[in-house]
Nanobody
């Protein structure tokens, strides 16, 4: 079992930055195939993929990120980060951490990000 806790959400102005953290209750990158991702859901919209980082450190991003976000990790702290720069109002939503660990999947509760003009 893995518990995921997100933090770092809040209010930002367009063009500003926010950093999110996802801390797990145990190691997430022990085996090949394990990965951690960020998803987001805006009001009235489907949840969508934002970014992912694998055990090997490979990252990939949704097209809408356009180089503005960076996903990274600190294995010693069982934490994955999402640094978001050049925020846009359309980045508003609830950002949730997702982990696939040893074939099982886990979700955090999410953290709200609100970007104003």
């Amino acid at each position: 079992q893995v518990q995921l806790v997100e933090s770092g959400g809040g209010l930002a102005q367009a063009g500003g930055s926010l950093g999110l953290s996802c801390t797990a209750s145990r190691k997430m990158f022990s085996f090949s195939g394990n990965h951690v991702a960020w998803y987001r859901q805006a009001p009235g919209k489907q949840r969508e993929f934002v970014a992912r980082i694998t055990m090997s450190g490979t990252t990939d991003y949704a097209a809408f990120v356009e180089g503005r976000f960076t996903i990274s990790r600190d294995n010693t702290k069982n934490t994955v980060f999402l640094q978001m720069n050049s925020l846009k109002p359309e980045d508003t939503g609830r950002y949730s951490c997702y982990a696939q660990v040893n074939g099982l999947t886990y979700w955090g509760q999410g953290t709200q990000v609100t970007v104003s003009l």
